[in-house]
């Protein structure tokens, strides 16, 4: 398969057809080896940021590359649906390519023909890691394609909410995301995610993915009550943000520990 890059989304795939909750790390940053370590870790995916931040297109190939070596799959999140800024992604060989601001079943519709050869799509022809650089066959790698990538649809507004019955039964649609943050914005709670209207939201639109047998991966908070609340209401995927963070706190929880051992007049901070 591919370049040797499908057995790990089919090594999730089984997981989750096994009835597990597969986990992965958010990546903003550029160094492959972030990627890396996050498989090494035992995550099962890397959620390569390409929506926010500074990240370009070598660095996501490169953080493809290291989720890999790391023995995780590779999910890209694009920054909008978009034929010309998806096709050179979907040729770096993403094992899942994500699609902010899916708000009905036409965006979810754009957004799988983007990513299926004609004539079902609009994909553009000359894969490149993904077809392992030309050392597969081309055609073989029209064969396999559709079933190498799988199409995630990142409902995070209110209207996507209202519509995730229909979105959920477009044909092609392999994985839904359930994002609270940019709901919270879009209804004016500004960040709010805790918000009760919030939560009816999201709780109704776990029921309808359960209903229709469709994976969805939740943002739980890092606690065990947040992560059994999520496990109870059918999530699949669970998914943390994100590396920068992670290093943030690291390094802020050495603060106390500095203030407790050093007199306040030597402290530099």
């Given at each position: ?9 089919d ?6 057809r096994?009835?597990k ?5 958010c ?17 099962d ?7 926010h931040?500074?990240m370009?297109?070598a ?6 590359i290291?989720a890999?070596?790391?023995?995780a799959?590779?999910m890209?999140r694009?920054?909008?649906?978009d034929?010309?800024?998806?096709r ?28 299926t ?11 490149q890691?993904a077809g392992r650089?030309?050392?597969m ?11 190498e ?5 990142i409902?995070e507004?209110e ?9 959920v039964?477009?044909?092609?649609v ?12 879009s ?6 995610q805790g918000?009760?209207r ?10 309808v993915?359960?209903e229709?047998?469709?994976p ?20 699949s ?7 920068s ?9 050495l603060?106390?520990e500095?203030?407790?051992?050093i007199?306040?007049?030597?402290r530099t901070k």
């Open positions: 398969m591919g370049c040797g890059m499908g057995k790990f989304l090594k999730m795939a089984g997981k989750i096994d009835g909750i597969v986990c992965g790390v990546v903003s940053l550029n160094d492959p080896a972030v990627s890396e370590l996050v498989g090494m870790a035992g995550y995916f890397v959620w390569i940021e390409g929506e931040g500074a370009g297109r660095e996501m190939q490169n953080l493809m290291g890999h070596a790391g023995g799959a590779a890209v694009v920054p909008y649906v034929a010309a800024l998806v050179p992604v979907l040729d770096m060989g993403p094992d899942i390519i994500g699609f902010p601001f899916i708000n009905s079943a036409e965006d979810a519709r754009k957004a799988v023909a983007i990513c050869y004609p004539p079902e799509g609009v994909r553009g022809w000359n894969p890691r650089y030309g050392q066959g081309q055609a073989d790698y029209v064969d396999i394609a559709d079933r990538t799988w199409k995630m649809m409902v507004q209207e996507g909410f209202r519509n995730i019955e229909e979105i039964q477009v044909k092609g392999d994985l839904i995301v359930l994002g609270p943050g940019d709901l919270s914005v209804m004016g709670l500004r960040g709010r918000d009760e919030i939560q009816e939201m999201m709780n109704h639109a776990a029921e993915c359960v229709y047998h469709m969805y991966l939740a943002w739980p908070a890092m606690q065990a009550e947040s992560l059994g609340e999520w496990e109870k209401k059918g999530a995927l669970f998914g943390f943000p994100q590396d963070f992670f290093i943030s706190q690291a390094i802020m929880k603060w106390p500095y203030e407790k051992a007199p306040e007049e030597k």
